[in-house]
Structure formats: structure tokens, C-alpha cells
């Protein structure tokens, strides 16, 4: 990511990857505003990082917190159906994604 | 409607939550007749404030019958027996519909009961309907909504604060007895601060997510709302606990709450450390939350607490950390809102997408309102290979240099205290159009989240009212050592007990609380 291309043109771009599409207006105004906060960001720079860890939650458990993995049915496959918009049978169905 | 606790009859809503299930346990009151009370109460009043997405009246007073009638029977009733709850609307409830202060799933009915609705009702609640929120819990003032913005019940021209502000404004207005919230970076304390209510934020992994909508899922915490520091506890000992739903909720042995509570108002606070940060009490703090803090440090050291300075060096890098952190995982979570399995999509339109692409983006780019897109848009950036490093991956790095200050300060005292908002309530639209103004007035409330800390926000008073500022409430925010919620109840109750503040209710225009 070019962070010197014009604010316009870097939301667009993010909004590219995002699956978001953002009509010329909106591209300015969010664009202005993500500046702003990415220079206000910068300030992380300062804090001396060198040997420090991500951050991991404490966890008491390990790996003792995870269920046994075994499969079985569901039961509620209509019911999760039911909110999707296009279906076909017991599948969801989706417009095409490849020529 | 008299809400004197003194008079012969008084209105059930000036009850406790507690008080409230003891009646209906020993049959002095009905469950029927407390939702009634506040289903009049929310007709009444809550046209003013818009606190309610969705009021289930109907469901509401089956369910109290259905309580009333398992009495009648013998049955033993949970703490909660026919206490009127009210949650925010990003807990899943499989018989009303869940939105998330979102067009993307306006009139989604979840295919499953999530796990705090759930115990909830199995501790005999009955809930009146779903709080208005910041669409997907991204705000601070409740104006980042698709629908009516909430207004706070002390002056309605003001913000309840955000994102659970429905909850806090329908809490601070009688409008439910206890009310569930969730809190990302002080979406349950800050709204709690600008109403006059008790929130509290308890340690990552004390509640359940099962059941919450994800928007930062290393952050989200799901806790209660109240009146009173007694019911924030009965509300949390009833939603804490393991969850086999989700591996990430902890199975350390919950605590008696309540015992918490009566240590507090009847003991005194000799022995406890109360850290306070001096240097973070500086530049953007009003002068009004200044004077109301110093206030209730001056009532925990009467009661025998011990005040201590700390300093947290890397404090003043945790909103940036957090806006890192937080856009990053929600640009994550939220890509599962495509259009293709639920919620809003384009696929329902007259002209279909003819590709996946299109469907994902006509979808996407209707139906998430401006800050959500804001925080994808920015998430979106953090994560990419070439600022992974300089961003996401410091922020991640920054949280532990934060966390390790917070292990180094406890090492001092046992509880960190801080205003909870920089400033009391603002008007509605007075930072609406800048973002980093707005993400800024959480500057107190993130590090507990950062770090996984409990942290609650109680009542500290109210501004002295002057031209252009009503008599507004301010809060007080404690953050514990991790799974010390004890502690933060105990200290939170003595200072409740010593001032008059938990008494107090708005009056409004079209209501009194």
C-alpha cells in the first residue's frame, strides 16, 4: 500500500480488498478521514518493541478448554437454510464464480 | 407513579433486581405484574428515548406467566425469578430478532438461542426486548445507527454514550431492571458513565461470547448493567461460568458476588491499594470529571482504603494500539456478513448480482453503515503484508508492554481508579464527523481490554450544571487484577454506600425514571 497515494485513491484501493465498493464521495470523505487516524497511529513507532511478544490472553486451561472432536449431525440445517436467500435443496446457492 | 420505596404501595421498578426475585419467590409479587409495570413503563416513556430496538410484550408476559405458574407449583425459582431484563441487541435470542444496530441483518431471526439469553431465562428473567446499539457495537455515542439515535434520559439532547447506550439509557429510566451489554474498548462503562448507571466489563474469558456477534473477538466481553453495584453483581453471577460453546471462557470457580457486595457496604476498605494514575489525568479531562474524581478518591480513603500513585508508561500508546487491534479483527469478523447465508443481501433484489464479487460488494457496500465501513476500511489496511509489521504486529507487541504495566502496578495496589469518560455527555452530532475525536473519549477505558482486566464503572456524581451544560452524570472507573471482579464489587459498594448518588433518577421530558 502506497500510504503517500492520495486518501481518495487509498480507500478505494482498500475497499477493493474489502469487497466494498465506495461511491466517489464517500472515497474523499472516508479517505480524509483514515488519513487523519493512520497519522495519529504512527505514534506506536515510539515504544521500543524489540524481544516483546505478541499479546496472548492467560488461558488456565490449554488445550483442556477444546471439546472432543467428533462429528454428528446438526439437526438444524432448515433452520439455518431458512435465512439464507437463495437455496437450492439442502444447499446454498450462489451466482457463478468462474467462467 | 410513586417511586418512593417509603410509600405504601411503591412501584415495583424502584425495587432491586434483587428484591424484585425475592418478592416473586416468596409469592409477595407476582413476575406477571413486574413485566406489566415495566411493558407501561417503556410504552410510556420510551418514545423519548428510543432505547428499544424491538419490545417483545407478548413473549414477555407469557414468560412471567409461565414463572408465576411454575411457583404455583413449587417449583424452586433462580435468582433472577421474574426479574424484567432488557439486552443489547447483538446477543442472539432465537425467538426475536437480532440486528446489531445493523440494515445488514434487519429482520434476522437467529437459528439458535445464544448462551446469555440462555442463562438469563434459566435463572427466571424475563426479557422485554432488544437495546439499541451502535451498528455492530462500533461507537461511542449511539449515533452510529441506521435507526433513531438514542437519547440520553438526563438531557435528550445528549448522547447516552456508546455502543450498549440503549442499555444504559433503559437502565437509567427504569425501563428494565437489569440490562445486558457488551464491551469492546468501555462500550458497557462509558455508556454506564454518561447515564448514571452501574457497568461492569468483567476479565476476558469470565462470561461467555457464545451468543454475542463478534466484532473484536481478542476484546469483546459481555456484562451487565444496573442501578446498583448489588444488582451489576447478582447480573454477573449469574452470566459467569464456563461455556463448553466457547473455548476461550474460563473455568477458574465463579465467587459469591453478592458476599463481595455486603463486604463492601458494611466493612470498611482498610488494607486496600487504590492506584491512581496522575499523569493520565492531564490534557482533555474536563474540569467538572476532575473535581467529581478527586471527590471519590477523598470517600474510598475515608473509608479506609490507601491511595497509592502508579504510572502505566506505555498508557498513552493504547488507543492507537487499540484502534489497530480492534479494526483488524473486525474487518476479519465481519467479512462473513456476504449476502450469501443470512442477513441482508443483494441476491433478494429485483436485478440479482450476476457474479459472487458483486454480490459480496452490492451487499456489503447497502447495507454496513459509514464508521462500520471506516473500521473495515482500516482493519483492512492494518493487515496488509506491507503495514502487517508496522502496525498490527506492534500494536499486538504494544498490548503486552501495556499488560506487563498493569501486572507492575498491581504489584502496588489492588485496584487502578480513573474517571471513566474524559467529559460528561455531549450533544447529539457534536463529533459525529470526526472520528479520532470521538475514538479518543475511550482513552480510559480501553486498557482494560487491551489487557484482559475487569473493569466497572459506578456513579461519582454530577457536573455542576452552567450555561450550556446540564446537571449531568459522571463516572468512576476501578480496574482489577485479572478474575478480581471481588474486589472491584467490594470497593465499588462501599463507595455506593457513602454517597448518595445510586438514589438518584432522570427526570425528562415524557418521563421520569
Not at chain 2, 415 to 424: F, R
Amino acid at each position: 500500500m502506497n500510504r503517500s497515494a492520495p486518501p481518495e485513491e487509498m480507500a478505494h484501493e482498500l475497499a477493493g480488498l474489502a469487497r466494498l465498493r465506495l461511491s466517489d464521495d464517500e472515497a474523499r470523505s472516508i479517505g480524509s478521514q483514515l488519513d487523519t487516524v493512520l497519522a495519529y497511529l504512527r505514534c506506536l513507532a515510539e515504544a521500543d518493541v524489540d524481544g516483546v511478544p505478541e499479546f496472548e490472553h492467560e488461558s488456565d486451561e490449554g488445550d483442556q478448554a477444546l471439546r472432543a472432536d467428533t462429528p454428528g449431525p446438526d439437526g438444524r440445517v432448515e433452520a439455518i437454510l431458512a435465512g439464507a436467500p437463495k437455496t437450492r435443496g439442502s444447499l446454498v446457492a450462489v451466482p457463478k464464480f468462474k467462467d | 407513579m410513586a417511586d418512593d420505596p417509603t410509600s405504601i404501595d411503591p412501584s415495583p421498578r424502584s425495587m432491586s433486581a434483587r428484591a424484585m426475585a425475592e418478592a416473586v419467590r416468596s409469592g409477595e409479587r407476582s413476575a406477571r405484574e413486574l413485566t406489566q409495570a415495566y411493558l407501561d413503563a417503556i410504552a410510556e416513556r420510551d418514545g423519548a428515548l428510543h432505547s428499544y430496538r424491538l419490545v417483545d410484550a407478548e413473549g414477555a408476559l407469557a414468560r412471567a406467566d409461565a414463572i408465576d405458574a411454575e411457583r404455583s407449583r413449587g417449583a424452586t425459582l433462580g435468582p433472577l425469578a421474574g426479574v424484567p431484563v432488557g439486552l443489547k441487541d447483538n446477543f442472539v435470542t432465537a425467538d426475536l430478532d437480532t440486528t446489531c444496530g445493523s440494515r445488514m441483518l434487519e429482520g434476522w431471526r437467529p437459528p439458535y438461542a445464544g448462551s446469555h439469553a440462555a442463562r438469563l431465562l434459566d435463572a427466571g428473567a424475563v426479557i422485554l426486548g432488544k437495546l439499541a446499539m451502535d451498528e455492530f457495537a462500533m461507537g461511542s455515542s449511539n449515533e452510529n445507527t441506521p435507526f433513531e439515535p438514542v437519547r440520553n434520559p438526563w438531557a435528550l439532547d445528549r448522547v447516552p454514550g456508546g455502543s450498549s447506550g440503549g442499555t444504559a439509557s433503559a437502565v437509567a429510566a427504569g425501563l428494565c431492571a437489569l440490562g445486558l451489554g457488551s464491551d469492546t474498548g468501555g462500550s458497557i462503562r462509558q455508556p454506564a458513565s454518561l447515564c448514571g448507571v452501574v457497568g461492569l466489563k468483567p476479565t476476558y474469558g469470565r462470561v461467555t461470547r457464545a451468543g454475542m456477534i463478534a466484532f473484536a473477538s481478542s476484546l469483546d466481553q459481555a456484562g451487565p448493567l444496573a442501578r446498583t453495584v448489588e444488582d451489576a453483581a447478582l447480573g454477573l453471577s449469574v452470566l459467569a461460568g464456563a461455556d463448553p460453546r466457547d473455548a476461550t471462557s474460563l473455568r477458574a470457580p465463579v465467587p459469591d458476588y453478592l458476599a463481595a457486595v455486603d463486604a463492601g457496604r458494611e466493612g470498611d476498605l482498610k488494607g486496600v491499594k487504590v492506584g491512581v494514575q496522575r499523569s493520565s489525568l492531564g490534557e482533555g479531562l474536563a474540569d467538572s470529571v476532575r473535581a467529581r474524581f478527586e471527590a471519590s478518591l477523598e470517600v474510598l480513603a475515608e473509608r479506609g482504603a490507601e491511595l497509592v500513585d502508579v504510572e502505566l508508561p506505555h498508557f498513552h500508546l493504547a488507543v492507537a494500539a487499540y484502534y489497530v487491534v480492534a479494526t483488524a479483527e473486525a474487518s476479519s469478523n465481519l467479512a462473513r456478513y456476504d449476502g450469501v447465508r443470512y442477513g441482508a443481501s443483494a441476491a433478494r433484489e429485483d436485478s440479482p448480482p450476476s457474479s459472487l464479487v458483486e454480490l459480496y460488494e452490492r451487499t456489503r457496500s447497502t447495507h454496513f453503515g459509514a464508521e462500520v465501513k471506516r473500521r473495515i476500511l482500516l482493519g483492512t489496511f492494518v493487515l496488509r503484508s506491507e503495514s502487517y509489521a508496522d502496525y498490527y504486529g506492534r500494536a499486538m507487541k504494544v498490548r503486552t508492554l501495556l499488560a506487563r504495566d498493569y501486572a507492575g502496578a498491581f504489584e502496588r495496589c489492588d485496584l487502578i481508579a480513573s474517571p471513566t469518560s474524559p467529559v460528561p455527555a455531549w450533544r447529539l452530532g457534536e463529533k459525529l464527523d470526526d472520528p479520532l475525536a470521538m475514538y479518543l473519549s475511550d482513552v480510559f477505558t480501553i486498557g482494560a481490554n487491551l489487557a484482559g482486566l475487569p473493569a466497572i464503572s459506578i456513579p461519582a456524581g454530577f457536573c455542576e450544571p452552567c450555561d450550556d451544560c446540564p446537571r449531568l452524570p459522571i463516572g468512576l472507573q476501578l480496574t482489577g487484577r485479572r478474575l478480581d471482579e471481588a474486589t472491584l464489587l467490594r470497593v465499588s459498594a462501599a463507595h455506593e454506600a457513602a454517597t448518595p448518588w445510586a438514589a438518584e433518577r432522570p427526570t425528562f421530558e415524557g418521563g421520569q425514571g
